[in-house]
């Protein structure tokens, strides 16, 4: 059973978003989603200054057994990115809810949020697609 940490939020796409103190959302991809990739050999991450929707594609994640596209949770702008992982694209498979995470965004509307599924939620999908 993949770790679902119950203080996140999740795309049924497998993106975990975590609302900070400042009001911006850190996004990366869930164990889960790692867990099935295998591992991870290369990040592309969105440019600092791109304004995502919901739902656009945000990025892309490699692994030796397939590359998948990572998705927006909610809608905002690109403020950082997290470059470690050009260098060292593995922590997504050793952390992905810390180290590993992708991109934070200033968000358009932080309640978009509420619409995401929780870690029950998330699970369960998880449970049935298995």
């Not at 996004?27 to 889960?32: L, P, R, S």
């Not at 905002?76 to 498979?93: H, K």
Request: hydrophobic share 40%; proline share 5%; with cysteine.
């Amino acid at each position: 059973m993949s770790h679902t940490p119950n203080e996140l939020k999740y795309a049924s796409s497998h993106e975990w978003a975590r609302l900070e103190e400042d009001g911006t959302v850190t996004v990366g991809i869930t164990d889960h989603a790692q867990a099935a990739l295998g591992d991870v050999v290369f990040v592309e991450l969105p440019e600092v200054g791109t304004v995502l929707a919901a739902g656009d594609d945000a990025g892309v994640v490699e692994s030796v057994k397939a590359a998948s596209d990572v998705y927006a949770p909610v809608a905002g702008e690109v403020i950082e990115i997290n470059v470690l992982l050009e260098d060292n694209p593995e922590m997504v498979n050793t952390d992905p809810y810390n180290e590993g995470w992708f991109y934070k965004l200033q968000p358009a509307d932080a309640e978009e949020l509420e619409a995401l599924l929780s870690a029950g939620d998330y699970q369960q999908q998880c449970e049935d697609e298995d």
